[in-house]
């Protein structure tokens, strides 16, 4: 399968995506009823759009395309509300947060779509333990290479997104010790972590080709890579934030990486610094994980410490 032409965008447009939990209003453990939600959500006009994701107590909600985060937040009140009243004639209530706290994953159901299907069969269990809620932020790139480059250099701040985002502390009734946990989750995944360095999108079209070409990928889904590009939408897809808490959290949260993606967008010259992708420090991901906010950040670069900017 080729890779798809990269869309054009407005640069620096803005989308969010929240993946939310469904939990039944008795004991609070998540509740199969996505099916229920999806059929009475469908019935609302609403921007953006709803959809199942992989097991059937969990949903995807998202924003249309957004050019600021009170936007984004205006969109969202409108989705959320919207929830809250089909929830209610569900008897269930919709929540965020990172992890659910004590759900256990061989309880859970994969909904029947054939993507999730396959992603069952492919990875067995570990797509029942995908039952993780993240928040991803799109930023819309004029062309294909700018969002390469963009890529890049959104990628030094990866640490920083876990951090400020971290809202997933228990897992299966245990206190991991993690501020966000959901992650360790996602890197269980052979095609999760940082997407492979190409400035052109030449240069990622041949890398592409090769992994469709031994099997390893069928299309871009395939890859669970901290950021990664979309050329369906025209944009870059950062994947690393837990859904917070309140929709107000995850605008803000989007409008943080507007804010980020400003300089490298309005520039189109501008390249990842010293001419390449950061160094691939083990050590810069799992404390950001493990201490949020609170954590000092390694610039791999400086050989110092720094707080969060």
């Known amino acids: 399968m080729a890779l798809e032409p990269f869309s054009q965008s407005a640069a620096l447009s803005l989308g969010v995506e929240l993946e939310l939990q469904l939990v039944n209003t008795n004991d609070y453990d998540l509740a199969p009823y996505s099916d229920d939600m999806l059929r009475l959500m469908a019935k609302v006009p609403l921007p953006g759009s709803v959809v199942p994701e992989m097991t059937s107590s969990m949903i995807e909600i998202s924003t249309g395309v957004c050019h600021s985060s009170a936007e984004v937040l205006g969109q969202l009140t409108q989705i959320r509300d919207a929830l809250v009243k089909s929830a209610d004639k569900l008897n269930i209530a919709v929540t965020g947060g990172g992890t659910h706290p004590f759900q256990m994953w061989h309880d859970q159901r994969i909904y029947d779509k054939p993507r999730f299907r396959e992603l ?18 799109h930023v819309g790139c004029p062309d294909a290479d700018t969002a390469l480059v963009l890529l890049h250099r959104m990628s030094r701040y990866i640490p920083h997104f876990i951090a400020l985002s971290a809202s997933s502390p228990f897992v299966q009734a245990q206190d991991t010790a993690f501020d966000s946990a959901r992650l360790n989750s996602v890197f269980a995944f052979p095609l999760s972590g940082r997407a492979p360095f190409a400035l052109t999108w030449d240069e990622f079209s041949s890398y592409f080709d090769k992994m469709t070409r031994t099997g390893v990928v069928k299309s871009m889904k395939d890859f669970y890579w901290d950021i990664r590009p979309k050329p369906e939408y025209g944009t870059i897809e950062i994947r690393v934030f837990d859904t917070p808490l309140t929709i107000g959290r995850a605008a803000a949260l989007a409008g943080r990486r507007h804010a980020r993606a400003r300089r490298p967008v309005r520039n189109a010259a501008c390249q990842p610094a010293g001419g390449g992708a950061a160094p691939r420090d083990p050590a810069r991901r799992p404390d950001p994980c493990a201490c949020g906010p609170g954590q000092r950040i390694h610039p791999a670069h400086a050989g110092r410490q720094g707080g969060l900017p």
Do not use: M
């Open 120 to 137: 069952s069969e492919l990875y067995g269990y570990l797509s029942k333990q995908f039952t993780i809620f993240g928040q991803h932020v």
